[in-house]
C-alpha cells in the first residue's frame, strides 16, 4: 500500500491554487475593471454595474426626467439587468479559461454566464487589453 504523505499533497494544491490567482490577476490586470454598462436607445439614461449586479453608476440627462419618475425607475431596472448580464459574461470570459470546465459550472452557478454570440445585449464583447 502506498503511503499518503499529508503535507507533500498540501504542498501541491497550495502551489497549484497560487498558481490560478497569479493567472487570474494577470487576467484582471489586462483586462481593467470588470463591469457592464447599458444605456438606453437614446442616451439619457446609462448605468453601470459590478458583477453581480452592484450599481456603480447611473447618469440621467434632463431629457430622461421627462418621461416621469415611474418610467426613469423602470428603465433603471431594466438597464441594470443587461448590465448585469454583460458584467457576468465579462467575469466569465476573464475568469473560465484560468479555471477550466468544473470553474466554468462554478462560474454559471454563482450567475456568471457567457452570452450567446448573437446576443443583442452583446455589444461590448470583453477582449483582454482594452475595452
Known amino acids: 500500500?502506498?503511503?499518503?504523505?499529508?503535507?507533500?499533497?498540501?504542498?501541491?494544491?497550495?502551489?497549484q491554487v497560487d498558481r490560478t490567482a497569479?493567472?487570474?490577476?494577470?487576467?484582471?490586470?489586462r483586462a481593467?475593471?470588470?463591469t457592464g454598462r447599458a444605456e438606453s436607445a437614446d442616451g439619457a439614461i446609462r448605468?453601470?454595474?459590478?458583477?453581480?449586479?452592484?450599481?456603480?453608476d447611473v447618469r440621467l440627462t434632463s431629457?430622461?426626467?421627462?418621461?416621469?419618475?415611474?418610467?426613469?425607475?423602470?428603465?433603471i431596472v431594466e438597464l441594470a439587468d443587461r448590465a448585469?448580464?454583460?458584467?457576468?459574461?465579462?467575469?466569465y470570459r476573464a475568469l473560465a479559461p484560468v479555471l477550466g470546465?468544473?470553474?466554468?459550472?462554478?462560474?454559471t452557478r454563482l450567475g456568471y454566464e457567457p452570452l450567446p454570440d448573437d446576443d443583442e445585449d452583446d455589444v461590448?464583447?470583453?477582449r483582454l487589453g482594452g475595452r
Not at 22 to 29: D, G, L, M, S, T
Open 1 to 15: 500500500m502506498t503511503e499518503f504523505d499529508v503535507d507533500q499533497e498540501a504542498g501541491r494544491v497550495r502551489e
Open 22 to 29: 497569479e493567472q487570474a490577476r494577470e487576467r484582471f490586470a
Open 32 to 34: 481593467g475593471s470588470v
Open 47 to 56: 448605468v453601470e454595474v459590478a458583477p453581480g449586479g452592484l450599481l456603480t
Open 63 to 75: 431629457a430622461a426626467l421627462r418621461g416621469g419618475s415611474e418610467a426613469v425607475a423602470r428603465q
Open 84 to 91: 448585469t448580464r454583460r458584467a457576468g459574461d465579462r467575469m
Open 101 to 107: 470546465p468544473e470553474g466554468e459550472t462554478h462560474l
Open 124 to 126: 461590448a464583447p470583453f
